[in-house]
């Protein structure tokens, strides 16, 4: 962490003696700003820029560049919030990428996959039956219904002879709980998670109405191994790398700097 400080405040310190240093004055357009200009202009336009447009080019970054140095001799930078966002959004590009950019192995995946199971732990599957009433009527009508179709089912009715048509799988077979509660809602997922299987329940209510309920087979949640979701344990821990990565540097920064506040004000700043 040390060498990554200071390769940092090296990047810094370099930024200021060559501003400094520079002739303001002086604007070059060498081979290699030309040469990105048209690999730029390929990327867009999929050929490489006519001789009219290339110049036009140049005279754009020309411009471009006078009128940020006249910019900056005003001070027109200064308290700017754009500016000063788009400075720290570049900076913390540059924390996120310093430091050991090799692979991790899967043993370290492996241990990140075990200390964060419950981000990548797969819920349960669920497979039902559901009969539908509508929650357009009277919420006693619906109760009643229910309650004389649930009976009935517990009799050995037919489904098809009980509920209401609807719009809903009538059927659903390993369907992961969370899809189960986009289609039918939080709290109705969660009540099947715990009912007992192949019998009639309910009613239990969704954002649609209500619905009696027999559960036919249920998975439980799962945290798979990491071949099986490696890529995505990989995506994370990169991720994870980057932010410890900005956070570490942000607080060797702020070593330097004293905050002061107003001492009615009820904050305080988080130091390292």
Not at 75 to 103: C, F, H, W, Y
């Amino acid at each position: 962490v040390h060498f990554l400080l200071i390769g940092l405040a090296l990047f810094v310190l370099y930024g200021r003696v060559a501003s400094e240093g520079a002739d303001s004055r002086t604007i070059e357009v060498n081979s290699a700003r030309v040469d990105e200009m048209v690999r730029q202009f390929q990327a867009v336009w999929h050929r490489p820029p006519m001789a009219s447009e290339l110049q036009g080019l140049v005279d754009s970054y020309v411009h471009d560049e006078v009128m940020y140095r006249e910019g900056l001799a005003m001070g027109l930078d200064a308290d700017d919030p754009v500016i000063k966002r788009r400075v720290r959004q570049k900076l913390d590009v540059i924390s996120e990428e310093i430091g050991n950019q090799q692979a991790p192995t899967d043993a370290e995946l492996d241990a990140y996959l075990t200390k964060n199971a419950d981000a990548f732990r797969q819920p349960p599957i669920l497979s039902f039956e559901q009969v539908f009433f509508s929650g357009d009527a009277p919420a006693a009508e619906v109760e009643r219904q229910s309650r004389e179709a649930l009976a009935k089912l517990n009799e050995g009715a037919q489904v098809a002879s009980v509920g209401q048509a609807s719009m809903l799988p009538a059927t659903v077979s390993s369907m992961p709980a969370d899809l189960v509660a986009r289609e039918f809602g939080e709290e109705f997922a969660k009540r099947l998670e715990s009912l007992p299987l192949n019998a009639w329940h309910g009613p239990i209510a969704s954002g649609m109405g209500a619905h009696l309920v027999r559960i036919t087979g249920r998975q439980p949640a799962a945290l798979p191994p990491l071949a099986d979701i490696r890529p995505k344990v990989l995506r994370e821990w990169e991720n994870d790398r980057r932010e410890r990565n900005r956070a570490e540097v942000y607080q060797g920064m702020l070593k330097n700097y004293t905050v002061v506040i107003a001492p009615d004000m009820p904050v305080t700043v988080t130091k390292p």
